[in-house]
């Protein structure tokens, strides 16, 4: 967990980076335009992967003796949607984005991002479902190191070029994908030929899952898909420079989440996965709860000093996306225990009330309030999705409320301990500083 955290809080710190080094050059309009373009990319992938980088993670975990099959066969996948992906979201884009609406760079971004982003995907997702967690944590935070480092390069030369931007997001993307690939046991996968058999376990888990990554795509990224049609780019890149800021917060949720799947898998198969899941959800809320409240009190000083002065404005924006974020998260880690019991459908009706939420909530506040107006929408669509979500999971795992959300005596323990080795990993951390001082 540690591991995980730390590479999520390096994550998150390296999306702090790239936001605040293309905020601060592009500005709000610029920034808004290099949204538009990777939001679309984002969400037409995601439309197109099936629920494979879930599955793959699943089925890693499940069955060992099958493990480099299922990722041979997930990367043969992978590619193969991605090309469909391409050529569909060509012609989309071309329907939907008009031509003086960066429609050539969104279509090219594309090309460029869909089949390095679902192999890496499935990558990281096998090295994850496989239990080698700091393989895993190496692979997917190694897209944003190299994004981090790029966008640190390009603005110390003085490129000022969206597309200089978006070049950088793309050699991140492929990064990743070497590196995953470079990490997995070569040796042993390379044996083990694709199986369309496997293929067709993959799917039929995969495609439970998608309907899920369909409404979530929607529902996360419906609000920025219609500022970048309906909104100048100053308010979408106010939009996006919030929620860059409010997702900080989930370094806490996210983390849990990818060191919990493998963990429901095995206390499903030892019949405590109630325990499993009452002991994570509660110790994430209340710690995701006591972040959410430092991030939103300190977003008026934050905000405008990391990002600069012209997006001051996005304080109020940040004020209502930290409750949403914290919701999202819990909504995350519920689906996680969901997947791990093997009924990923669960999470993905869920979704699809989201985004049916999603849609009403922005039909009804986007026109008149706009970018302000899609944060409340996000908010209303994240508790619709986590009322029903908690209500299956205690109907699936007979647990009750008091059991999620209040406090026990082991994890006023835990927390202590935690407390406790953090204050002596510091003492240790000064104390070999002061000797390496010593020395020198």
Known sequence: MASTVASTAVILGCGLITGLISARILEPAGRGALAAITVWANVLLYAGTFGLPEATAYFAAADRASRPRVWTTAQVAAIALGIIVMLIGWLLIGVVIPPDAGREDIRWFLMLFAVPCLGSLCTSSWLQGAGLVHRFNITRSSVHLVNAAGMAIVAAFGASRVETFAAVLLIGNAAGWIVGAALSPIAEVAAAAPSVEAARSMFRYGIRVQLGNWSNAASVRLDQ????????????????????????????????????????????????????????????????????????????????????????????????????????????????????????????????????????????????????????????????????????????????????????????????????????????????????????
Request: charge should be positive; proline fraction near 4%; include cysteine.
């Open 225 to 440: 898909l219609l500022l970048s049609v309906f909104a100048s780019t100053v308010s979408l890149g106010l939009y996006v420079v919030a929620v860059t800021y409010a997702n900080v917060l989930m370094v806490i949720p996210g983390s849990a989440a990818l060191v919990m799947l493998p963990r429901m898998v095995r206390h499903q198969e030892e019949g405590t996965a109630r325990e499993c899941l009452e002991q994570w959800y509660r110790r994430v809320l209340c710690v995701t709860v006591a972040g959410g409240a430092v991030i939103a009190a300190s977003a008026v000083y934050m905000v405008p000093l990391l990002f600069g002065n012209a997006f001051a404005s996005a304080v109020p924006l940040v004020l209502v996306l930290v409750p949403a974020t914290i919701v999202l998260g819990m909504n995350v880690v519920l689906s996680t225990a969901f997947r791990g019991v093997g009924r990923p459908d669960i999470a993905s009706k869920a979704e699809l009330v989201g985004l049916v939420s999603t849609g009403a909530a922005l039909a009804l506040l986007l026109p008149r309030y706009g970018a302000f107006g899609a944060a409340v929408a996000s908010l209303v669509a994240y508790v619709c999705i986590h009322v029903y979500i908690t209500a299956m999971a205690l109907t699936l795992f007979g647990s009750n409320v008091r059991a999620l959300c209040v406090p026990t005596h082991d994890d006023l323990t835990a927390l202590r301990r935690v407390i406790i080795d953090a204050r002596s990993l510091l003492a240790r951390y000064s104390s070999a500083r002061r000797i390496r001082a010593q020395e020198l």
